[in-house]
């Protein structure tokens, strides 16, 4: 017997597959070191502290534009409230990209999300301060925030594939504290950018940049994936490739609902509790 594999009939699991059993692949028990459950204290903490430093950036990528609306204003040769619009439109894409990134995140997990979010989220971060025009700051900044939302809707998935329910008690103050950094300390960046006679006002893009170069570069190098699923998915594929039988399989696998499907799922769920929940319809 291989540990954390069982043996199931197929017509239990899935109708696709053309073999009667299948080796369902599982961790190898409650102590599986495969289970981000069962890593060390320190390792755990350690990888909360890097994902939720994506949080802070995306809060801090929110609010630093605010602060030099002024300046904003007065090159684009718009008005105050337009210019306001920048930092509307990246909070208004939020929406958006919230809708998507997490069923994304629970088929090829977590850390493949982040990277390539955060990748694309400095790549128009840099495009806004490079904007030669008003309306292509808009667009840019519309793009930025709606691939900056994924922290806000993946993180609190990292921090569950950690924790168990009573830890999470701990960690999620974290969570939190680590978001609201972001909108407290770019006001007083942004503000002493905005006044300085020495650095232009698109500086706070540059900021955003270098912080989001950092944030990307620390995920990529040092944190591994967490999803329970897809970590099982890859167990699964080394014993399809070390025996040569295709039985092996983990859960994940065997899906009956497509991407397209759970997609439009988490699209409609906000409509759902509109109309279904009233303390939603109320606040």
Request: include cysteine; charged fraction near 15%.
């Given at each position: 017997?291989?540990?954390?594999?069982?043996?199931?009939?197929?017509?239990?699991?899935?109708?696709?597959?053309?073999?009667?059993?299948?080796?369902?692949?599982?961790?190898?028990?409650?102590?599986?070191?495969?289970?981000?459950?069962?890593?060390?204290?320190?390792?755990?903490?350690?990888?909360?502290?890097?994902?939720?430093?994506?949080?802070?950036?995306?809060?801090?990528?929110?609010?630093?534009?605010?602060?030099?609306?002024?300046?904003?204003?007065?090159?684009?040769?718009?008005?105050?409230?337009?210019?306001?619009?920048?930092?509307?439109?990246?909070?208004?894409?939020?929406?958006?990209?919230?809708?998507?990134?997490?069923?994304?995140?629970?088929?090829?997990?977590?850390?493949?999300?982040?990277?390539?979010?955060?990748?694309?989220?400095?790549?128009?971060?840099?495009?806004?301060?490079?904007?030669?025009?008003?309306?292509?700051?808009?667009?840019?900044?519309?793009?930025?925030?709606?691939?900056?939302?994924?922290?806000?809707?993946?993180?609190?998935?990292?921090?569950?594939?950690?924790?168990?329910?009573?830890?999470?008690?701990?960690?999620?103050?974290?969570?939190?504290?680590?978001?609201?950094?972001?909108?407290?300390?770019?006001?007083?960046?942004?503000?002493?950018?905005?006044?300085?006679?020495?650095?232009?006002?698109?500086?706070?893009?540059?900021?955003?940049?270098?912080?989001?170069?950092?944030?990307?570069?620390?995920?990529?190098?040092?944190?591994?994936?967490?999803?329970?699923?897809?970590?099982?998915?890859?167990?699964?594929?080394?014993?399809?490739?070390?025996?040569?039988?295709?039985?092996?399989?983990?859960?994940?696998?065997?899906?009956?609902?497509?991407?397209?499907?759970?997609?439009?799922?988490s699209c409609s769920r906000p409509f759902h509790l509109f109309f279904r929940e009233i303390?939603?319809?109320?606040?």
């Amino acid at each position: 017997t291989v540990p954390g594999v069982n043996l199931r009939r197929a017509s239990e699991i899935c109708e696709r597959v053309n073999t009667k059993t299948l080796f369902i692949v599982g961790f190898d028990g409650p102590d599986d070191q495969l289970n981000p459950k069962n890593w060390s204290i320190g390792r755990k903490w350690a990888t909360l502290g890097i994902v939720g430093t994506t949080g802070m950036l995306v809060g801090w990528a929110s609010s630093i534009d605010s602060t030099v609306i002024k300046q904003g204003q007065e090159a684009f040769g718009v008005s105050e409230v337009a210019e306001s619009l920048a930092t509307a439109l990246f909070l208004f894409a939020f929406g958006f990209g919230s809708l998507v990134a997490a069923p994304f995140s629970e088929t090829v997990g977590r850390n493949p999300v982040y990277i390539a979010t955060l990748s694309i989220l400095m790549i128009f971060t840099m495009a806004s301060g490079l904007a030669p025009n008003f309306g292509a700051q808009l667009a840019f900044r519309f793009l930025a925030g709606l691939f900056g939302c994924t922290p806000m809707t993946t993180f609190g998935g990292s921090m569950a594939d950690i924790f168990d329910p009573m830890d999470r008690t701990y960690a999620f103050p974290v969570c939190c504290t680590l978001s609201f950094l972001g909108p407290f300390l770019a006001p007083m960046v942004g503000a002493f950018i905005g006044q300085s006679t020495h650095i232009s006002w698109r500086w706070t893009e540059w900021c955003t940049l270098i912080m989001a170069a950092l944030v990307t570069g620390a995920i990529f190098l040092f944190v591994p994936e967490t999803y329970g699923p897809v970590l099982l998915q890859w167990k699964a594929k080394q014993l399809r490739e070390i025996t040569g039988d295709p039985r092996f399989m983990a859960e994940i696998e065997l899906r009956q609902t497509s991407l397209v499907t759970r997609l439009m799922h988490s699209c409609s769920r906000p409509f759902h509790l509109f109309f279904r929940e009233i303390m939603v319809a109320l606040f």
